[in-house]
């Protein structure tokens, strides 16, 4: 096995980009295995998770599903709870000798993909005026305060629920679509303010290959 660590340029924002570094990698024709290993946010600028999700969006772009990806978080995030994966010194010697499971990959339209969490939320901090489906059932039809979305480790791929302080709610499906007038997309913490009309997460074609499940 020939494997690969990635992680952000620390303090050097004209450090080569995601999308470059696994270019760079996946010139080895042995490669095998890309480790994943951000640190904080902190000393970064970047959320692990954000860096993890452009990191399997940059593989996918290329057609590099294939390659095993492990995941070494510096701590917890949404991502690990997803997946039950290990963080911090715990991590990397699980992601160097752990086994990858092929898992459902869930992207958006604009090839963005989703590791951890995302929302759908009303623009300038307003309750979210639309609807939202999963698959063809669907999740609500009004205002609400944000619709959550999270990838699942097996069939059909992705969950959503309308969002609440109690547990459970959630309704599964290969993809949860929300058209509103005033609709935001939140990705692994960060917002996008652009509204938009629609923005629906799905799962790709083709799986992808996490180690550690």
Do not use: C
Request: without cysteine; proline residues 6%; negative net charge.
């Amino acid at each position: 096995m020939s494997s690969t660590l990635l992680a952000p340029t620390i303090g050097a924002a004209d450090g080569p980009t995601t999308a470059v570094l696994v270019a760079q990698a996946l010139e080895d024709p042995d490669l095998t295995r890309v480790i994943v290993a951000p640190p904080t946010a902190d000393e970064s600028g970047v959320q692990p998770d954000v860096f993890l999700s452009e990191i399997v969006a940059a593989i996918m772009k290329q057609d590099r599903l294939d390659v095993e990806i492990a995941y070494v978080a510096p701590h917890e995030t949404p991502a690990t709870k997803v997946y039950n994966l290990k963080h911090g010194a715990n991590a990397m010697a699980l992601a160097e000798s752990g086994v990858a499971q092929s898992l459902p990959l869930i992207r958006d339209d604009a090839a963005t993909v989703l590791v951890g969490r995302a929302r759908h939320l009303g623009a300038e901090g307003a309750k979210l005026h639309g609807e939202t489906y999963v698959d063809s059932e669907r999740l609500f039809d009004g205002e609400v305060d944000a619709v959550e979305i999270e990838p699942i480790l097996s069939e059909p791929g992705v969950r959503g629920r309308v969002a609440r302080w109690l547990p459970g709610g959630w309704k599964q499906g290969r993809a949860v679509q929300t058209g509103g007038s005033n609709l935001v997309v939140e990705r692994e913490g960060v917002v996008t303010e652009r509204t938009v009309k629609r923005s629906t997460f799905y799962r790709h074609h083709i799986d992808w290959k996490l180690v550690g499940t």
